[in-house]
């Protein structure tokens, strides 16, 4: 089945840098859009960025623009958010996600998330 585990959180003062990874498993990785998103607390989930099976960004939240980089690596099935320049505003629980349609059935998939806090 579908696996997507999320690492690399933890507290972090503003200015440092985190990179985040999520690990997936249980379909072809390669092909896949993944995504990640933040949910800070007390406020929707909300999307961060994208990257295509081929390495193509995208669909960066304005608030992390210049700051936030995902890529992934095919040949290890691993996603990756580096963050750089973090501030207090950043702190949220991030997420992996990926979709499949599946006999014409769509899924989305999630992590179990990695808790990030910005602050000093």
């Known amino acids: 089945q579908v696996q997507l585990v999320e690492s690399g959180g933890g507290l972090v003062q503003p200015g440092g840098s985190l990179r985040l990874s999520c690990a997936a498993s249980g379909f072809t990785f390669s092909t896949n859009v993944m995504h990640w998103y933040r949910q800070p607390p007390g406020k929707e989930r909300e999307l961060v960025g994208s990257?295509?099976?081929?390495?193509?960004?995208?669909n960066y939240a304005d608030s992390v623009k210049g700051r936030f980089t995902i890529s992934r690596d095919n040949g290890k099935n691993m996603v990756y958010l580096q963050m750089n320049s973090l501030k207090p505003e950043d702190t949220a629980v991030y997420y992996c996600?990926?979709?499949?349609?599946?006999?014409?059935?769509?899924?989305?998939?999630w992590g179990q998330g990695t808790q990030v806090t910005v602050s000093s």
């Open positions: 990257i295509t099976g081929l390495g193509g960004t995208g």
């Open positions: 996600n990926t979709r499949r349609v599946v006999d014409g059935i769509p899924y989305n998939y």
